[in-house]
């Protein structure tokens, strides 16, 4: 994909920069994308991109973090630390768990 140029937003409230690209689809994926503009279940193709996209982009940011912290299900010496740390704020986790249950029933 080669980048052609470079625009902002036409809204001053939103100072996005966007990137005009081209980008080759195979054609029954871009006929199904027209689909859904047909419908009207998106404004555009290009919506539809930038949304699916962007959706792609955070859950594969999610599962960066997800894999970086699967290690710890299986560290021993983290879930000894973890239970450790968890019996010594049981107490004030007690206190603060009444404490909210008097504010829901107005005592």
């Known amino acids: 994909m080669?980048?052609?140029?470079?625009t902002r937003s036409a809204n001053p409230a939103k100072i996005a920069r966007k990137v005009q690209t081209t980008l080759r689809l195979p054609r029954q994926l871009y006929e199904r994308a027209k689909l859904f503009?047909?419908?009207?279940n998106t404004s555009s193709?290009?919506?539809?991109?930038?949304?699916?996209?962007a959706a792609y982009i955070k859950a594969m940011e999610r599962k960066a973090i997800d894999d970086a912290f699967r290690p710890i299900a299986t560290d021993k010496r983290?879930?000894?630390?973890?239970m450790?740390?968890?019996k010594q704020f049981s107490a004030s986790d007690a206190e603060s768990i009444e404490i909210g249950e008097r504010d829901l029933v107005g005592d």
């Open 78 to 82: 983290y879930q000894s630390e973890a």
């Open 2 to 6: 080669r980048n052609h140029k470079t």
């Open 84 to 86: 450790h740390i968890a």
């Open 37 to 40: 503009v047909e419908r009207g």
């Open 45 to 53: 193709v290009n919506d539809l991109i930038v949304s699916a996209l």
